[in-house]
C-alpha cells in the first residue's frame, strides 16, 4: 500500500494547506474595511508562505503584504489626515474572493486526489476475487 | 523459480511491473495538485507506459518523444506570478487517466489468473 | 492471454529410457524440485502479507499478486498428483 498510502498523505498535505489559505483569506476579508486611526496602522494583507515537493506541501508561515496601503481622499472624515486623506488596509475584497475560489478548487481537487488513491488500494483489493 | 516461470511466464511479470509504474504516476500526479499554490513548483509526470520484457533496451520513437516531453514540462515557464506550473484541469485529466488505468491493469490481472485456475480446473 | 502448454519437458517428466534405472530416481527429484519452488512461493506469500501487517513500505497490488501466483502453484500441485494417483491406480488395476 506504500505508494498509494503515502499519495493519500500527500492529498492530507495539500487539504491542510488549503484550508489554511482560506481561513487567512477570510481574516483578510473581515478586516477589508481596516482603516488608519490615530497612529494606529490599519490592517496589512495576510498571506501564507507555502512550500512543497513529491513529499506534500508544508506551510512555512504567514507574511505580511508589505504593498502600500490605500488612501482615499475624503476631507470629511473624523480620521483623515492634514491632506484630507484616509489611509485603508491593503486588503482587495475582489482579490481576495478570486483567491478563496482558487483555495476551494484546489481544496476539492485533493480530495478527487485522495479519493483515487482510495480507489486504487480498493481495485487492487479485487486481484483474484473473479 | 524456474519450473514455476515456465507456467506463469512474463505475463504477470509485466502486469505487476505496469501496475507499479501506474501508481508512481499517481504519486506525481497527487504531489502536483497537492502544489498547485506553491511557489515556484514545477509539475512532474512519467510515461505509465513500460517496456516489455521482449523491448528491454529498444526505446519506442514514441515513448522517446513523450519522456522528452515530459522533461521539457519540468522547465517550462509558466503564465503566473509564481512561477507554478500546475494546470488544474489538466492534472485533474491526467489523474482520471492513470486511475482508469490501474483498474483496467488490476481487472486484467484478476482474470488472467482466473484463466490459469480455470486451466488447472479443466474447466469443471 | 498466452497460455503456456504445459509440456512433459515443462514438468520436468522425462520419457523413461528403456531398461533405465536412473528414471524412477529423476522423477523423484523433479518432485522434490516442484515441491521447494512451490513452498517458495507459499513462503514469499506469506512474507508479503507479513510486510504488510508490520506496515512495510510494500505495495497492494504486489501483496495481491505473490498471494495468486502462491495459491495457483498450489493448486496446479494439487491436481498434478490427482492425475498421477489416478494414473498409478489406472495402472495398479491393469491386469497382468
Known sequence: MSTLSGAMRVSA?????????MDVISSNI???NSMKIGNQMP?????????GDLDGVRIVGIVEDQSAFRLVNDPGNPNADSEGNVMYTNVEPIHEMV?????????????AAFNSAKGMIRSALQIGKI | ????????????????????????????????????????????????????????????????????????????????VDRNNVDLE???????????????LTDMTSRYFSGLKNVIREGK | MKIHALTQTQLGLQKPAAGNKETGGDFAQTLMDVMKEVNQSQLHGREMQNALMTNQPVEI??????????????NLTLQVRNKLLEAYQEISRTQI
Open chain 1, 13 to 21: 498535505s495539500g487539504l491542510v494547506a488549503e484550508r489554511f489559505r
Open chain 1, 30 to 32: 473581515a478586516n477589508a
Open chain 1, 43 to 51: 490592517y496589512r494583507r495576510r498571506d501564507v508562505a507555502l512550500t
Open chain 1, 99 to 111: 483567491n478563496m475560489i482558487g483555495a476551494s478548487r484546489a481544496y476539492e481537487a485533493n480530495i
Open chain 2, 1 to 80: 523459480m524456474a519450473l514455476l516461470q515456465n507456467i506463469f511466464g512474463n505475463h504477470a511479470d509485466n502486469l505487476q511491473r505496469a501496475l507499479g509504474r501506474t501508481t508512481e504516476r499517481h504519486a506525481r500526479l497527487t504531489a502536483n495538485l497537492a502544489n498547485i499554490n506553491t511557489p515556484g513548483y514545477k509539475r512532474q509526470d512519467l510515461d505509465f507506459g513500460i517496456t516489455l520484457d521482449e523491448e528491454v533496451g529498444r526505446k519506442t520513437r514514441l515513448s522517446q518523444w513523450r519522456e522528452e516531453r515530459l522533461a521539457r514540462q519540468a522547465n517550462s515557464t509558466s503564465m503566473r
Open chain 2, 90 to 104: 489538466r492534472e485533474v485529466f491526467a489523474m482520471a487517466e492513470t486511475e482508469l488505468r490501474f483498474q483496467a
Open chain 3, 61 to 74: 497490488h504486489d501483496v495481491m499478486i505473490a498471494m495468486e501466483q502462491a495459491s495457483i502453484a498450489m
